[in-house]
């Protein structure tokens, strides 16, 4: 089992905490953000096909994910608040498979995610 952390922000974090932290610093420093933007910056293809995604409106997940509570960072504090639509963010991360996706969008985005094995 992998449990390489990764250092952001002055954090080290997990895979599925680094993703929840990369999106809320992105919206932090892109205030008044749409959700529809925000799902087009970190979308679907960042993770394997026929997955849950990055980023999705709390509503569609409530009514589409039987096990959202799971699936998703949905406590006080993790949903992301956007311009438009409450978000969330997938828990659901594996390495080798999606996480170096991620870690690549998060570079072109700017920001410096350091590995820790």
Not at 1 to 22: E, I, S
Not at 43 to 48: A, G, I, M, P, T
Not at 61 to 67: A, E, N, P, Q, T
Not at 73 to 89: H, L
Request: charged content about 30%; glycine content about 6%; aromatic content about 10%.
């Amino acid at each position: 089992m992998d449990r390489t952390q990764y250092l952001f922000d002055g954090r080290l974090h997990g895979k599925n905490r680094l993703v929840l932290a990369v999106v809320q610093k992105y919206v932090f420093d892109h205030p008044g953000i749409s959700a529809e933007k925000l799902m087009m910056v970190f979308d679907r293809s960042l993770q394997n096909p026929g997955t849950l995604g990055v980023v999705r409106i709390l509503d569609d997940v409530k009514r589409s994910c039987s096990d959202y509570e799971r699936r998703f960072f949905i406590k006080s504090g993790e949903v992301i608040k956007t311009s438009s639509k409450d978000c969330v963010v997938c828990t659901q991360w594996a390495a080798h498979y999606n996480i170096e996706k991620f870690l690549d969008k998060a570079k072109s985005l700017g920001y410096d995610i350091i590995p820790r094995p």
